[in-house]
């Protein structure tokens, strides 16, 4: 019943909170009994008590539902931590700039992990002017094709929607620009440094 809040997570959350099992009770209007049993595993929360308990214990539903309490570490809003989400069910492109719970057409989506371009993913970043024009050599069609491509600035993040039948390409201003993502379908996402 890993899809549901363990008792596992509640207990270290709460315990992590400095709170008894009857000060979380009572924060819940229920009985201490009632959060042993969920520690214990011989019970679950109520549907009805999963957005009071989330609260209670000072995270999301979805990291309450996760298992995982996430801290963002890049206070500093760094850009090159930024990390992508694409929800395999309905093709959304999601960044953030640091450790999040993503959730999307009822799923949490794990953040993609990016790999240098392979030669099945063969990549040309050509300067013309003030600008970057990307091309990847990659077929493109409803099966198998490149989502995005992306520019990761230094002041912020541009993402180019792209669509099968069309081509693998996008333009991006040189200026701040430090590093390249596209996203294959099938492959995953894929990253070059421009600088």
Same mark, same amino acid.
Request: glycine share 6%.
């Given at each position: 019943?890993?899809?549901?809040?363990?008792?596992?997570?509640?207990?270290?959350?709460?315990?992590?909170?400095?709170?008894?099992?009857?000060?979380?009770?009572?924060?819940?209007?229920?009985?201490?009994?009632?959060? /042993?049993?969920? %520690?214990?595993?011989?019970?679950?929360?109520? @549907? !009805? $008590?999963?957005?009071?308990? #989330?609260?209670?214990?000072?995270?999301?539903?979805?990291?309450?539902?996760?298992?995982?309490?996430?801290?963002?570490?890049?206070?500093?809003?760094?850009?090159?931590?930024?990390?992508?989400?694409?929800?395999?069910?309905?093709?959304?492109?999601?960044? /953030?700039?640091? %450790?999040?719970?993503?959730?999307?057409?009822? @799923? !949490? $989506?794990?953040?993609?992990? #990016?790999?240098?371009?392979?030669?099945?993913?063969?990549?040309?970043?050509?300067?013309?002017?003030?600008?970057?024009?990307?091309?990847?050599?990659?077929?493109?069609?409803?099966?198998?094709?490149?989502?995005?491509?992306?520019?990761?600035?230094?002041?912020?993040?541009?993402?180019?929607?792209?669509?099968?039948?069309?081509?693998?390409?996008?333009?991006?201003?040189?200026?701040?620009?430090?590093?390249?993502?596209?996203?294959?379908?099938?492959?995953?996402?894929?990253?070059?440094?421009?600088?």
């Amino acid at each position: 019943m890993d899809q549901y809040v363990t008792g596992k997570i509640i207990k270290k959350l709460r315990e992590e909170r400095g709170m008894t099992q009857q000060q979380l009770a009572d924060k819940l209007s229920v009985s201490d009994k009632s959060v /042993s049993k969920w %520690e214990t595993g011989k019970g679950y929360p109520d @549907i !009805t $008590l999963i957005e009071p308990l #989330a609260r209670a214990l000072g995270v999301s539903i979805i990291e309450l539902l996760s298992g995982r309490d996430v801290i963002n570490n890049n206070r500093s809003f760094n850009m090159i931590k930024t990390k992508f989400y694409v929800c395999p069910l309905c093709g959304n492109v999601i960044c /953030s700039t640091g %450790e999040a719970v993503i959730s999307c057409c009822g @799923i !949490t $989506l794990p953040p993609l992990d #990016a790999e240098e371009a392979d030669d099945n993913h063969s990549f040309s970043v050509d300067k013309v002017e003030d600008e970057y024009f990307v091309s990847i050599s990659h077929e493109m069609n409803k099966k198998h094709y490149i989502s995005f491509i992306a520019a990761i600035k230094d002041n912020g993040c541009e993402i180019i929607k792209l669509y099968p039948e069309g081509n693998a390409e996008a333009r991006f201003k040189i200026n701040r620009t430090r590093l390249l993502y596209f996203y294959c379908n099938r492959h995953g996402l894929f990253r070059v440094q421009v600088r």
